[in-house]
């Protein structure tokens, strides 16, 4: 082997393999042999590092350990099974090559250089086991095994030790490695278990805009024994110990209501849809499953607590708490607290801590990354810290971020890779234990919000971390901070974290459609807040970096909140005329709400105040559902010609409710030139009424006359001068 060569061998090594004198190394039947003399022991070469990308990119075949068993052995004669398969990705066969075990008789001293060795960086102590291998065709795939003890491996102490597994060819030059970690946890020896904490959560994105009608139909797809939510639902139906469950009830929500017959829109579309069988089974076996378990709910629809907190939507956070609280305790059948809390990626600033505490949050989980150690530590802190916010102290816990990340191995990896994820999860909490063996502490793991998990592997992982003597599971709640915590910088909250936030312009929009929202609740006599969880389900973190894909929800939202806005109108008539200087304006109100009484104000104003004014009215309306209440508006005119005059509706606290009406009033000035008019006609009448009666009075005959005295002769007035008919 030249010298390249031997320092490519260690460093890109993955398993270390048992010397030939105490590592039985057993080949499966008719894949590898031993071949006399090959077996060989000797120290690890030493040198520079290279990393793993630049390995990888010169490997001509893939080493897969499919089993480690047991995962973590006690006893020193116990034996281990290592067993997997190497497979050939070039065109042309090997001949003359050798799988080797690989391995190192001290124990990593903390998980710094776990992640070193994890990375391809070189073991100082190191043995080596060669085994010889006849050929392996191109394309070819051959299985391996080797059977050891801890004796045989030189492990002596409860640590966590390194395994390599490589293939080398001929000249000794490495053609494929892969590393792995064995945990060693002597029966003899004392162990301070280590709590642990799993939060696991339930989420999704939201599915409908207005409670009435869903956008899509992904949540059915989600729910499905292959989709997201199913994947999630067979881990819940698994009890596992020290497993606490995170729900967003905006996903129970949507699931009753796909649980009935639903309306369905895409584009400009509306479907009647029947109930979907597949969500309500879902719906009842998720109940179920978290019927004994600890269950905590998220604000409904999981918004973005820190963009809100930024972008003026003050009452959103302790809105979606308080429905969260409601809509969860309803739907799974038992109390359900909202007291701890989960933000969006564990990061938090202190603007949206203190709304969190104002809305009676006392915990918060977070990444360790979000409240580190000050100075750094060598060793794994507890996971439970405080933090002072406006309304005292708030308990803060802290998932560690390498376990978390373990949990999010899907089923559709590489081939092995949920072997070594589960290999290197015993491991990190091992290490944990063993860097402060005398001090019991606690740790978290908690996977991101909207985990696609693959079940076996997280159950199986669940059982084995239950089982290992190192670990105590426990409920997420019994964590408390120690009362000599370690000190810890500030929040850390980067331009990173606030540039990933909801976008101030989106929210700016979600703003505007929630202020006239608001106004639906305010003018109704309960002030029944219907478009609550719509709003909600607009500054969900779903959205982030996605806001586009919550247009269907804010186009329905806002048609939903007009449409009720518009359910209250005013009718005018286009044009009233003022016959004179003072008139009346009639007006119409309209409550076409069915069921909700209504109280508006009514503003009413002159486009011309010098030529029209108004007078007094009422302006605090009260109308019953379906009914319209109908106003006389006194006005008074000050001259000839016309201006508009605008009827605007108001909440009671005087804001604008919906848009104003108009309607244009003309002043005639008439009523004086009529009453000249009529009364000169009057009195001409008058007066001819008079002269009638006093002619007629000269024509009547004397009543008495002289005795013996004959009376005058009547003698008739001439034609000309007889009067016609009144």
Known sequence: MTRGAALISVLTAAFLIAPAAVASAAIAPG???????????????????????????????????????????????APILISGSVTNTSAIA??????????????????????????????????????????????????????????????????????????????GRQVAAQRTFL????????????????????????????????????????????????????IAETPSKGVSWFVDPAVLDDAQAMSKDYSLKTGTTTTRKTADQGVAQWLRRLRASLAKVPVTATPYADPDVTAVSHQGLDTATRTAIDKGASVAT????????????????????????????????????????TLPANPPLTYTPDAAASLETVQGTVNVLLADP???????????????????????????????????????????????????PDPAFVTTLLKAAASAPWLK??????????????????????????????????????????????LTATVTKDHRRVFDTALLRLTSTAWRGRTGSASPLVKQIDSAVSERTSAIS?????????????????????????DEEVTVGVKITSGNRRLLTIGTYETLVTISP?????????????????????????????????????????????????????????????????LRVLRRHARRPAKTRTAGQAGPRAVPEPAQHREGPS
């Open 330 to 369: 309803d739907l799974l059948g038992k109390e359900v607290g909202t007291a701890t809390n989960w933000p969006v990626g564990g990061v938090i600033d202190h603007d949206a801590l203190d709304a969190l505490a104002v809305a009676d949050v006392r915990t918060v989980l977070l990444a360790s990354t």
């Open 626 to 690: 379906g009914k319209t209440r109908s106003l006389d508006i006194p006005m008074t005119g000050n001259g000839d010609g016309q201006t508009k005059v605008k009827v605007q509706l108001t909440s009671e606290s005087g804001a604008r409710y919906g848009l104003p009406a108009e309607v244009t009033v003309r002043m005639t000035g008439y009523t004086a030139i009529v009453l000249v008019i009529v009364g000169a006609a009057l009195t001409v009448v008058l007066a001819a009424a008079m």
């Open 473 to 518: 599971p426990v409920s997420l709640s019994s964590i408390k901070p120690p009362k000599a915590g370690v000190p810890r910088t500030d929040l850390v909250y980067t331009d990173k974290d606030e540039q990933a936030e909801l976008a101030k312009s989106y929210l700016a929009g979600v703003k505007k459609l929630s202020d006239r929202a608001e």
């Open 31 to 77: 894949a590898v042999t031993s071949a006399p003399g090959k077996a060989s022991t000797s120290t690890a070469e030493t040198g520079k590092g290279v990393t793993r990308a630049a390995a990888s990119s010169r490997q001509d075949a893939q080493i897969v350990v499919d089993s480690i068993t047991p995962q973590a052995p006690r006893e020193p004669s």
């Open 94 to 171: 090997f001949a003359g090559v050798s799988v080797r075990l690989r391995f190192s008789r001290q124990p990593f001293a903390n998980r710094t250089e776990m992640q070193t060795f994890a990375d391809g960086g070189q073991i100082l102590d190191s043995s080596r086991s060669t085994v010889y291998v006849s050929q392996l065709p191109a394309s070819g795939k051959l299985p391996w095994e080797f059977s050891v003890t801890p004796a045989s491996l030189g492990m002596l102490r409860f640590g966590v030790y390194p395994l390599t597994i490589e293939l080398v060819d001929a000249t």
């Open 402 to 452: 390498v376990l978390s990340q373990i949990l999010t191995t899907p089923g559709t990896s590489a081939p092995g890779a949920t072997t070594l994820a589960g290999q290197r999860f015993l491991a990190e909490t091992a290490m944990i234990s063993a860097e402060r063996s005398e001090e019991s502490r606690a740790v978290v793991a908690a996977p991101p919000r909207r985990w696609n």
């Open 570 to 594: 005013v009718s005018t008539g286009e044009q009233r005329t003022l016959a004179g200087k003072n008139g009346i304006v009639p007006i119409s109100i309209r409550n076409d709400l069915q």
């Open 183 to 234: 945990p060693y946890a002597p029966k003899d020896q004392p162990i301070t278990r280590t709590k642990i904490a799993w939060a696991l959560p339930i989420v999704d994105q939201p599915h409908r805009g207005d409670d009435a009608t869903f956008v899509d139909d992904g949540l059915r797809q989600a729910v499905a024994d292959d989709g997201r939510l199913g994947k999630v639902l067979k």
